[in-house]
Nanobody
Framework: QVQLVESGGGSVQAGGSLRLSCTAS???????VGWFRQAPGKEREGVSCISRTATSTYYADSVKGRFTISRDNTKNMLYLQMDSLKPEDTAMYYC?????????????????WGQGTQVAVSS
């Protein structure tokens, strides 16, 4: 089993940056992991994922070139560097583990979810 705790959210102006972190307990290194987000009134969407050994990553078209996912299996940490933020990036961001991560699709069949961290981008 894995417990996930997100941090690093906050309020920022458009064009700014934030770095989200996800602290994991348990067998973090055996899972593909990723980030999802959910804006008010919208469905949860897969933002990015990274495979167990970081050989495969996925980015939603809306964040390609602006967000970078990384993981440190020695520290049980997952990160999402978010640059050039836009107001449409405003959402609750969730860390997730389990399932598959392929370059063409977000993390599927998620087993574990964090509680989320709020990101607000003002124009």
């Amino acid at each position: 089993q894995v417990q996930l705790v997100e941090s690093g959210g906050g309020s920022v102006q458009a064009g700014g940056s934030l770095r989200l972190s996800c602290t994991a307990s348990g067998l973090f290194e055996v899972y593909n992991v990723g980030w999802f987000r959910q804006a008010p009134g919208k469905e949860r969407e897969g933002v990015s994922c990274i495979s167990r050994t970081a050989t495969s990553t996925y980015y939603a078209d809306s964040v390609k070139g602006r967000f970078t996912i990384s993981r440190d299996n020695t520290k049980n940490m997952l990160y999402l560097q978010m640059d050039s933020l836009k107001p449409e990036d405003t959402a609750m961001y969730y860390c997730a583990a389990g399932g598959n991560c392929y370059s063409g699709s977000p993390l599927s069949r998620v087993l574990y979810w964090g509680q989320g961290t709020q990101v607000a981008v003002s124009s």
